[in-house]
């Protein structure tokens, strides 16, 4: 009989920047196993803006992943590149699948500057633009003096972005996108359009870049043998690129590639109407079912539970969830910080673990505690809740939701 299908986060975003993440994952990939852990998702594995101290998300060379002497270090914060292969090589060799964490909409930490025209949009509605066209000076030119042109001789300069939120002449921070450009329009519409995130926003419309990126996806593939991707900030990225991009590296791989996205929203008809345009190319996380634990932790009491699935991913189109009960993103004092409390976690967690819809995930920082913000771990909890995940949740399930505060389900094996 096939068990039941986990994921676990294997990071958290304090972890100490001591490049240590990837040897310790070999050490665990053993327990990891035990416990009924069937996917893992990794962090960015390749060279951030910050180097050592990069959690991965500020990405500057997507080539490096812990092998060449660029951002003042060689190995990232999780590890060397030959450290990062050991591990996943472990990983698949004791039946686990590896995610890995892809982030191609921005790019940061440039080599040189240039100097562009560009306008100032307003930052909460960016389909308005406040200034005529200037000269600006922006950090768009990427020529990796560490890597030179191993593996790619792809130089980004800045007609391979749509805008930048830095001006170096004046010294002043603001969305400026460059003349002649324009943001993608199939993106969320949060801000009139959200095309524009962070750092130097990458144009997915520019045809060399989409096949530089097409490129780099097989490169990775093909080095790192991982099964599949968390992709980073998908709501900022028009829909219509990952479709085929995914496409494209599938016909390249000899393996069924996994892929989820992370599309941070708690409307359910914007998560499936993304679904919708992208062909169900990718899963997504249920950052609605995330939110109504959020609510449930704090209520005092006065949250109905029997509404805990309500005008979520998993209760509304379970196939394509990815179901969470906190990540690295809703710690405290993230920008996302959404942090359930502790006396939640344990039924939040069965709510996930134990039931027959959406693919459960983990968190890190749960399972192992995140010791610079003196937060214990659950992994007593945890360990119950996987086991009897492991051995015994299976079946037809029925449930129970009639009561404001004592629901149930049950599952016959």
Partial sequence: MARNDTMMQYFEWYLPSDSTLWNKLTKDVKHLENIGISYIWLPPAYKGAGGKDDVGYGVY????????????????????KEEYLTAIKALKENNIKVITDIVLNHKMGADETE????????????????????????????????????????????????????????????????????WDEDVDKENGNFDYLMGADI????????????????????????????????????????????????????????????????????LNNYIQKTN??????????????????RSNGEYDMSKIFEDTLVGNNPWMAVTFVDNHDTEPEQGLESWILDWFKPLAYALILLRKDGLPCVFYGDYYGIPSKEISDKKSILDTLLNVRK??????????????????FTRLR
């Fill in 115 to 182: 100097d562009v025209l560009a306008v100032q949009d307003d930052a909460t509605d960016r389909n308005v633009s406040l200034t005529d066209a200037k000269l600006i000076r922006v950090w768009t030119k990427y020529v990796f003096p560490g890597r030179g042109n191993t593996y790619s001789d792809f130089k980004w300069n800045w007609t391979h972005f749509h805008g930048v939120d830095w001006d170096e002449n004046s010294g002043r921070a603001a969305i400026y996108k460059f003349y002649g450009k324009h």
């Fill in 391 to 408: 051995f015994y949740a299976y079946g037809e399930q029925y449930d129970y939701f009639n009561d404001l505060n004592i629901i149930g």
């Fill in 61 to 80: 060379d997507l080539y490096d992943l812990g092998e060449f002497d660029q951002k003042g270090s060689i190995p990232t914060k999780y590890g060397t």
């Fill in 280 to 297: 169900g190319c990718m899963k997504l996380f249920d950052v609605p079912l995330h939110y109504n634990f959020y609510r449930a932790s």
């Fill in 203 to 270: 144009d997915l419309n520019n045809y060399d870049v989409v096949n530089e990126l097409k490129k780099w996806g097989k490169w990775y593939l093909d080095t790192t043998n991982a099964d599949g991707f968390r992709l980073d900030a998908v709501k900022h990225i028009r829909a219509e690129f990952f479709p085929e991009w995914i496409e494209e590296l599938q016909k390249n791989s000899d393996r069924e590639l996994y892929t989820v996205g992370e599309y941070w929203s708690t409307n359910i008809d914007v």
